[in-house]
């Protein structure tokens, strides 16, 4: 977890992200729920946020295929 001072607000994200306001870009590669704990700095009021991106595998449904060149491309 990190912490960071912006304007009157600090962020404190799980899963290592950076400790700002974000935007982050993420790419997990299974489904993963991030959390960040945003609090106004004056009045120590602190506001949880969750947020699960669901990765699902694609599925290929044909079969394998053997592709071949027979001219040459230049």
């Given amino acids: 977890r990190q912490m960071c001072i912006r304007d009157s607000y ?6 290592g992200l950076p ?5 982050h870009q993420v790419c997990p590669l299974s489904t993963t729920t991030y ?3 945003v609090t106004e700095v004056n009045t120590a009021i ?4 969750t947020f699960t991106l669901e990765v699902e595998s694609a599925q290929i449904i044909d079969e394998d295929m053997e592709i071949c060149q027979s001219i040459d491309a230049f």
């Fill in 19 to 23: 400790s700002t306001a974000g935007p």
């Fill in 46 to 49: 602190t506001q949880t946020f």
């Fill in 10 to 15: 600090t962020y404190v994200w799980s899963n």
């Fill in 35 to 37: 959390t960040v704990e």
